[in-house]
């Protein structure tokens, strides 16, 4: 499996060794892979130490022996069978939110400067995962996502297909509808697979949809174990919010209305099961922002929020799975565009995946009014420019799931808010286009905005 935060991890060997990098990112998103792969093919030598794991003699190194790094190293050294090269090993900590004393310990081990260090984990953020530790200055953090469209692609042996769409999106013009519908019929697979490197693995193999949503399944249910291991005092929340996605982005608004888990409940009551969801990279959230002016998060009204998996794939198996298993004629309708129902919320949360992956933070925009019909609108996504202006610096994104649809809401937002407003996209799954000042993108060019 190719991936792209493999070239980080390059750039990152060759320009620091005053830093450790830690690769945060949801369980089962290949963490572990990657840095093994990385550790294999560019180290004279490497130790692996999953902390999840790890013996008792082990942890026992970092809590006796800091202070005398000689017998440290040579403890490790000797407990792996690996023979240490200055300069030329990696040490990688996996997992290693399960013992916070090895990263802790980051600090001293950098600024000996013998080996590299790489450490992978997820939950970095939850306090009990923190305590009792400084986090080191000289640790980097870069944060892995599902496999992107261009990755999955490139599981399918299909290496040529993302510069072309690339080519189109630069040079303004339709792929052409021989070539557009290529691209659908990849980004439908994408969207129904999702980029769980297992879950890739398993259709490239077999191209057996039952198959892969077992895998999926399996996936679902190691983080609801997760949840209920992890999110300490907050578990029937955590876990309440988990199941109610889907219920959630079904709706027209797919905002989250807390009221659905329990009658009387406030968002303060709520906001570390969702921020520990966040954390743990489970879920995207988005926020509604109240201005769409240039400092989104500025304007950020936290108790009005949407909920998006933060893999499609998984949504997937999580939404449609009455009987244990998602059947393979839901399957085959939405391979084929057959259906009908739910089928924009599938495209709401990939377009999220797409943008987060692609380093966006999620915001929407809403206004409810009574009595002025012109001031309701919905508008799923907001986007700043990556160069800010004085003026017109926010992008509107529409997301349109059908072949047939109003743009009444964008209409609405680019009368009041021009002064604000960059270009305003609408993401469907027909060819580029530009008409009457709105940029008409296919959905598979998501992450090149």
């Known amino acids: 499996m190719r991936r ?3 070239d980080t991890l390059l750039e990152w060997k060759n320009r620091s060794r005053q830093t450790a990098l830690l690769i945060d990112g949801a369980r089962r998103v290949g963490k572990s892979y990657i840095a093994e792969k990385f550790a294999r093919e560019n180290f004279k030598s490497y130790i692996l130490i999953d902390f999840n794991r790890a013996s008792r003699q082990v942890q026992e190194l970092f809590e006796n022996y800091l202070d005398d790094l000689d017998t ?41 400067g013998r080996y590299v260090y790489l450490e992978t984990g997820s939950l970095m953020s939850i306090r009990k995962n923190v305590r009792d530790i400084v986090i080191p200055s000289e640790e980097e953090h870069v944060y892995m996502y599902p496999m992107d469209f261009e990755e999955f692609l490139w599981a399918m042996e299909n290496e040529t297909l993302m510069p072309l769409i690339r080519s189109c999106y630069e040079k303004k013009r339709p792929m052409g509808q021989a070539m557009h519908r290529k691209a659908m019929d990849y980004f439908r697979q994408y969207l129904i697979v999702g980029g769980m490197p297992q879950a890739v693995e398993a259709y490239q193999r077999k191209k057996d949809f039952a198959e892969v949503d077992r895998v999926k399944r399996g996936i679902l249910t190691l983080y609801r174990e997760d ?63 109240s201005e769409p002016n240039i400092g989104l998060k500025m304007n950020m009204d936290r108790k009005t929020m949407k909920c998006y998996m933060a893999d499609t794939g998984l949504l997937i198996s999580h939404a449609f799975d009455e009987k244990g298993i998602v059947s393979e004629e839901i399957y085959r309708k939405l ?55 004085s003026a017109h610096n926010i992008s509107p994104i529409e997301v349109k799931s059908g072949e047939r649809y109003t743009l009444s809401s964008l209409k609405k937002f680019r009368t009041k808010y021009g002064e604000y407003m960059d270009v305003p996209i609408v993401l469907h799954t027909k060819d580029y286009k530009e008409e009457n000042g709105i940029l008409y993108l296919p959905i598979y060019m998501t992450p090149l905005l």
């Open 4 to 6: 792209k935060i493999y």
């Open 72 to 112: 440290f190293f040579l403890y490790l050294s000797g407990y792996y069978n690996v023979h240490l090269y200055q300069g030329e090993t990696l040490i990688i900590f996996d997992e290693v939110q399960m013992f916070p004393r090895a990263r802790g310990a980051i600090k001293y081990l950098v600024a000996d």
């Open 227 to 289: 949840i209920r291991k992890h999110s300490v005092g907050s578990e029937l929340a955590v876990e309440a919010i988990f199941d109610q996605i889907p219920a959630q982005l079904s709706r027209h608004e797919k905002k989250f209305r807390l009221k659905d888990i329990r009658s009387g409940a406030k968002t303060r009551q709520y906001e570390q099961p969702f921020f520990w969801l966040a954390d743990a990279m489970i879920v995207n959230n988005c926020y509604n922002c």
């Open 335 to 389: 391979l084929f565009d057959k259906l009908t129902v739910n089928e924009g919320m599938l495209m709401e949360n990939i377009v999220a995946q797409m943008l987060a992956a692609s380093g966006h933070k999620l915001y929407f925009f809403s206004k409810s009014s009574r009595t002025d019909a012109s001031a309701r609108m919905e508008i799923d996504f907001l986007i700043a420019k990556s160069r800010i202006t």
